[in-house]
């Protein structure tokens, strides 16, 4: 009998869209061989009672290394991923500065091949700043580009060079460049004019409480961004992503422009499926995101089109943030940053939704694993459990209940990461194995600093 490097016996593996019970042959970081004989190897898990779902790929996270390391790094990020079974980050381009050239996106690719544990992959930033340097980027190994389609938040402006048009014209030019590298570009749609003028208004009126922020981003801001978007992209030929859809009407809008050819991807996140603007009340600042959340009826109207499949992806958008930043503006909330950690926190959520009877299995894996990986080019290396895929895997026990526990995490920004703390939920990680060795266990990282692989798509 073949001897393996890991075998993991007696589990309820993931396969083909069901739970089967088989073992799993691993060798050479691959998965060699899926097998109803039990299997012997240099190491052994014992899986019975468990349930093995492919590593999960996480395709919208901020690290912010380099330049803002104190808010994370990539080995804390990787940490809080491999918490939380990803076993792929899908890096966003928000560093100081963002990897709008080659040069930048391979400064941050060595700095991150020497802190990860687990694998990432990059967006590059594209804007019309940096009209020129997109092509080029574009053959650098990212994965995808990202855009915001506002002006750099104020004191933030060296995170957003190469990353911004929050010109109508100049959103077209950009399209009509970035459809030329057939790249995904994932778009902050926000109407920056409508945003900026509800602001104003909303100050003077001295309408400064959290659940203002949620009243100056009205989903009407969202919806004509994304209208525009689609447009654009139907016209252009360019490929879009819509990220962080916190709207019912814009995930219609992606699903018509789909039905019409037009290659658009609809992204959302738990924060949008978990949470309503009650959060916003009750944590304030600790609750902002952009955009951000919504009524209880949009909550429970964008569970129905996730389960009726208008949604292709769920990413976290870990957006971490210190402390002392969202207590910033003296009860201002137009002041602090938006953004929370969630890389964590993405697993246990979706499933305990499978075990309520919310989502279907098959369902999560495809959005948080399967199609994650295929949209950005990494099937079926990632998101699948398959021989000759990555050994990337991570063991649940289905019937565990846990509590999330901030203390626990190993972000940066724990100490922000206020909204799911103290939440009942299952499906919290016994194990993440990355390429066949174990990441993370009950509660302990066990891979050193850069053990995690850059993942590059070649152009």
């Known amino acids: ?60 996270v901020h690290i912010r290394a380099p330049g803002n390391e104190y808010r994370e790094t990539f080995l804390t990020g990787t940490e809080e991923a491999a918490l939380g079974g990803v076993t792929t980050v899908l890096e ?51 994965v995808a580009f990202k855009t915001f389609l506002h002006e750099a938040p104020e004191g933030r402006e060296k995170e957003f060079i190469g990353l911004t048009a929050p010109d109508t014209g100049d959103q077209y030019e950009l399209m009509e460049i970035l459809a030329k590298t057939g790249l995904i570009t994932a778009f902050h749609a926000e109407n920056n004019d409508m945003i900026k003028k509800n602001i104003a208004r909303l100050r003077k009126e001295g309408k400064t409480s959290p659940i203002y922020h949620e009243r100056s981003r009205p989903p009407v801001t969202e919806i004509e961004t994304t209208a525009k978007v689609l447009l654009f ?98 009860g201002d909330i137009f002041v602090p940053p938006a953004g929370f950690p969630g890389l964590s926190t993405r697993l246990p959520l979706m499933f305990t939704a499978v075990k309520e009877g919310k989502l279907k299995l098959a369902m999560m894996v495809q959005l948080i694993c399967e199609n994650p ?38 972000t940066k920004c724990k100490d922000s990461a206020l909204v799911y703390d103290g939440w009942e939920v299952y499906g919290q990680p016994e194990q993440t194995i990355v390429r066949g060795i174990v990441v ?15 993942l590059k798509i070649e152009k």
């Open 92 to 142: 966003m381009p928000i560093s100081s500065p963002p990897p709008y050239s080659p040069e930048i996106v391979q400064n941050r690719m060595s700095i991150a091949a020497k802190e990860a544990v687990v694998d990432v992959a990059f967006f590059g930033a594209a804007g019309i700043d940096q009209k020129d340097s997109v092509i080029p980027c574009s053959q650098s190994g990212i």
């Open 233 to 330: 992209a139907e016209k252009t030929g360019a490929k879009v992503e819509i990220a962080h859809i916190s709207t019912p009407e814009a995930a219609e809008l992606v699903k018509e422009a789909k039905e019409k050819g037009v290659p658009a991807i609809a992204e959302t996140c738990p924060h949008y499926l978990f949470l309503n603007e009650q959060a916003l009340i009750e944590h304030g600042a600790f609750a902002k995101c952009n955009p951000p959340v919504r009524s209880e009826a949009e909550r429970e109207k964008m569970w129905e089109y996730l389960t009726r499949g208008y949604f292709d992806i769920v990413g976290s958008d870990h957006a971490p943030y210190t402390k002392e930043e969202k207590e910033k503006g003296n």
């Open 373 to 410: 990986a295929r949209i950005f080019g990494l099937y079926p290396q990632k998101g699948v459990i398959l021989p000759g895929s990555d050994a990337d895997l991570v063991i649940i026990d289905p019937d565990k209940k846990g509590k999330i526990d901030k203390d626990k995490m190993f």
């Open 1 to 60: 009998m073949e001897q393996y490097d890991l075998a993991i016996n007696y589990g309820d593996v993931f396969l083909n869209g069901q739970l089967v019970n088989c073992n799993i042959g691993i060798k050479d970081e691959k998965i060699a061989t899926l097998s109803k004989e039990v299997l012997r190897a240099e190491k052994i898990i014992d899986a019975k009672g468990k349930m093995v779902l492919p590593g999960t790929v996480d395709p919208h």
């Open 440 to 454: 993370y266990e009950h509660g302990q990282i066990k891979a050193n600093p850069g053990f995690g692989k850059i």
